[in-house]
Nanobody
């Protein structure tokens, strides 16, 4: 069964840090482009960070604060979030996409709340 499970969300004060994890099962992570999206209340889902093999690309709003990484052996992708702001509050979703066969999988989401 194909599954993506996110973890690591929670409540954090402004300026704090969180690390989100997304663990895959039922497929090999290595051939997938992995991404983190987020959706705040009343807003559309937006791309936060994306990683193919190494490195990553980021939304302007998180550049310099967030870092995406992957460990294919552990079937896990991470999102390190530093210097968090209240506007980072959202449900964060993990996405796995393989363009060759048009596979596209989503996790169930994890809530991140930045508030004092």
């Amino acid at each position: 069964q194909v599954q993506l499970v996110e973890s690591g969300g929670g409540l954090v004060q402004p300026g704090g840090s969180l690390r989100l994890s997304c663990t895959a099962s039922g497929f090999s992570l290595s051939s997938y482009v992995m991404s983190w999206y987020r959706q705040a209340p009343g807003k559309e889902r937006e791309l936060v960070a994306i990683i193919a093999n190494t490195g990553g690309n980021y939304a302007d709003s998180v550049k310099g604060r967030f870092t995406i990484s992957r460990d294919n052996a552990k079937k896990t992708v991470y999102l390190q979030m530093n210097s968090l702001k209240p506007e980072d509050t959202a449900v964060y979703y993990c996405n796995a996409r393989q363009y060759a066969f048009n596979y596209n999988y989503w996790g169930q989401g994890t809530q991140v709340t930045v508030s004092s």
